[in-house]
Each structure stands twice: as structure tokens, then as C-alpha cells.
């Protein structure tokens, strides 16, 4: 195992990690208790179950707080209870991070995607068509049981034989109706798919949350947490700018399929692209901290 700190790492004593270990549960608990509370009472929703449900990272585990990247700790009975190995080590009196070989080679893998989205160009052309071109032909409509759609199955289609389809992101492709795939402008497969990976796209900005949460606990809780905080709030306009009626969920629709809407939803892609833009930026940092200590980040391209 080694070593991930750099020189004068930030020395934590058991006051001060306490105190942000309680902070950080206090943010993450607005979203993590009423998922409890709906999941104890079987009541899907159809926005904020996504953040649980297709990211795989258990409510306890974002709870849990870690310290970030240069963040060491003061020795302590409780520490070393809590921050256990494989993923910590203590020695010379402190409690930091540790990485086997597998996770550098990790890491290292999300870093390449991280560099090569952020060298891409922003996409803000495909307004959310993908949510419609999920449902298109009306085969497999995923939240029909808690929202039904807000437009007729013929204008959903309609919508989506109108405008080009030009998502880029494979793990929204993935979802389309089989009779949409043809639609879309490009061609996306599995093995190719983070070579297309955009900043402007949604759904890559929301991935920042599964990339940060792969990289925990080296990173930290509060990048894990802005990460978070941005997906909640790519996955409300997602889903404002689908076919879907959601105000029994109190939520607007951003008609894509009307002039002005489109022009709403580009508005606000471009803003939470910008947000989305200093994360990665963050995310990468913290990464090539983690792996220029192992001299590995030379090796990154």
C-alpha cells in the first residue's frame, strides 16, 4: 500500500473533523432521509430516485464524511475506528489515505475521461430530446405509473421526428426507444463512448457525482458533496425538459418543444455547464494530487 499525502499536509484534530463530519451529515441528510422515508412508504419519485438509484452509491456511504485530498489526521482512539485500512493508514502519529496499486490504475482511468471531456468542445444543441426519444413510440413510457406524460404520444413523437437528435452521451442512448436510435446524429456503442463525451451535455455533468464518488474516500466529502449538489440540480431540469407532467412533484415544464422553452433549457444548461466546468476542474486536480504522489501522473495523457 501507499502513501497519498503530499509535503505539509493539513493536520485535522478530532474537534475539527468532528465538527465537519457533523456539518456534512446535516447537508447530506435533506436528501437522504425523505429517500428513506419514501422508500420505507413504496412511494417512488420519479426525479430524485435517479440519485440513488442510478448512481450506485449507498445513502450511509454519502453520510459518511472523509477528509479531502492533503487532509491528514490526528492519531485518536475514535479516528482509528472510523477511518479504517484498506482505504487508511496510520503512521508517524496520523491517520491518512491509502491506495493500492488497482485503485491508481482506477483512478488514473477516470482522470484520461475527466481530461479528454474537459478538452471538448460544449454541445447546448440537443435540448434534453433524449427523455422524448426514450419514450418515443410509447412501448416503454419508464414513469408512467407516478407521471404521465404531459403531451399526446402522437405529439411526443411528432417532437422527436422534428428536431435532430444529437446525444452523446451512451448511457442516455442506451435508454432510447429501439426506433429512435436511428435518429440520432451520431452512432454511440459501449466501446467508444467516452470518446465522445462532452461538457455541455447533462448527463456527462451529472457524472461528475459517479466519478467523485468512485474516487472516495481519497477525494473527500466536500467535493463528493458539490458534485451531489450539482447532479440534484441537472436531474430537476432533465426531467422538466421530458414529456413528463410532474406537478404533482411541484415542478414547471420546460417546453422544449416550444421556441422559448428551448431557449430556457440552453439558458440553464449553460449556467450548471459553467458549475459543472470548475468541478471537473477541482475533480482533476484532486486526482493528479493523488497520483503525482505515486509518480504516476506523468503517465496520464
Same mark, same amino acid.
Given at each position: 500500500m501507499l502513501d497519498t499525502s503530499l509535503c505539509d499536509p493539513q493536520v485535522l484534530t478530532p474537534t475539527e473533523w468532528r465538527a465537519r463530519a457533523h456539518t456534512h451529515l446535516e447537508r447530506v441528510q435533506r436528501w437522504t432521509v425523505p429517500h428513506r422515508e419514501r422508500r420505507s412508504r413504496q412511494e417512488p419519485h420519479p426525479v430524485h430516485d435517479f440519485l440513488f438509484q442510478y448512481y450506485m452509491y449507498s445513502p450511509a456511504? @454519502? %453520510?459518511?464524511?472523509?477528509?479531502?485530498?492533503g487532509e491528514v489526521l490526528a492519531d485518536s482512539p475514535e479516528g482509528r475506528e472510523r477511518f479504517e485500512p484498506p482505504c487508511y493508514r496510520v503512521a508517524d502519529g496520523l491517520i491518512r489515505?491509502?491506495? $493500492?496499486?488497482d485503485d491508481i490504475e482506477q483512478q488514473r482511468s477516470v482522470l484520461?475521461?475527466?481530461?479528454?471531456?474537459?478538452?471538448?468542445?460544449?454541445?447546448?444543441?440537443?435540448?434534453?430530446?433524449? %427523455?422524448?426519444?426514450?419514450? #418515443?413510440?410509447?412501448d416503454d413510457v419508464r414513469h408512467r &405509473?407516478?407521471?404521465? @406524460?404531459?403531451?399526446?404520444?402522437k405529439q411526443v413523437d411528432d417532437f422527436v421526428e422534428s428536431r435532430p437528435v444529437v446525444c452523446t452521451h451512451f448511457d442516455a442512448f442506451r435508454f432510447f426507444a429501439p426506433q429512435a436510435?436511428? =435518429?440520432? !446524429?451520431? &452512432?454511440?456503442?459501449?466501446?467508444? !463512448?467516452? %470518446?465522445?463525451?462532452?461538457?455541455?451535455?447533462?448527463?456527462?455533468?451529472?457524472?461528475? #457525482?459517479?466519478?467523485? #464518488?468512485?474516487?472516495?474516500?481519497?477525494?473527500?466529502?466536500?467535493?463528493?458533496?458539490?458534485?451531489?449538489?450539482?447532479? $440534484? &440540480? =441537472? !436531474?430537476v431540469l432533465d426531467m422538466q425538459a421530458s414529456p413528463y407532467d410532474l406537478g404533482d412533484f411541484g415542478l414547471e415544464p420546460v417546453r422544449v418543444e416550444t421556441k422559448e422553452g428551448r431557449v430556457e433549457y440552453r439558458l440553464r444548461q449553460r449556467?450548471?455547464? &459553467?458549475?459543472?466546468?470548475?468541478? !471537473?476542474?477541482?475533480?482533476?486536480?484532486?486526482?493528479?494530487?493523488l497520483l503525482a504522489s505515486h509518480g504516476a501522473a506523468d503517465r496520464v495523457q
Open positions: 456511504k @454519502l %453520510e459518511a464524511w472523509h477528509p479531502g485530498v489515505h491509502d491506495l $493500492s496499486d484520461d475521461l475527466l481530461l479528454s471531456t474537459q478538452r471538448q468542445p460544449a454541445n447546448l444543441g440537443c435540448f434534453g430530446v433524449h %427523455e422524448w426519444a426514450m419514450v #418515443y413510440g410509447g &405509473e407516478t407521471a404521465p @406524460l404531459r403531451l399526446s404520444q436510435k436511428p =435518429l440520432n !446524429r451520431m &452512432e454511440l456503442a459501449w466501446s467508444t !463512448r467516452h %470518446e465522445v463525451e462532452q461538457p455541455g451535455c447533462i448527463h456527462a455533468n451529472m457524472d461528475l #457525482y459517479r466519478w467523485a #464518488y468512485g474516487a472516495m474516500p481519497w477525494i473527500g466529502s466536500d467535493l463528493l458533496w458539490q458534485t451531489f449538489d450539482l447532479a $440534484s &440540480e =441537472l !436531474r449556467e450548471l455547464g &459553467e458549475r459543472a466546468a470548475g468541478l !471537473r476542474s477541482k475533480l482533476i486536480a484532486a486526482l493528479q494530487h
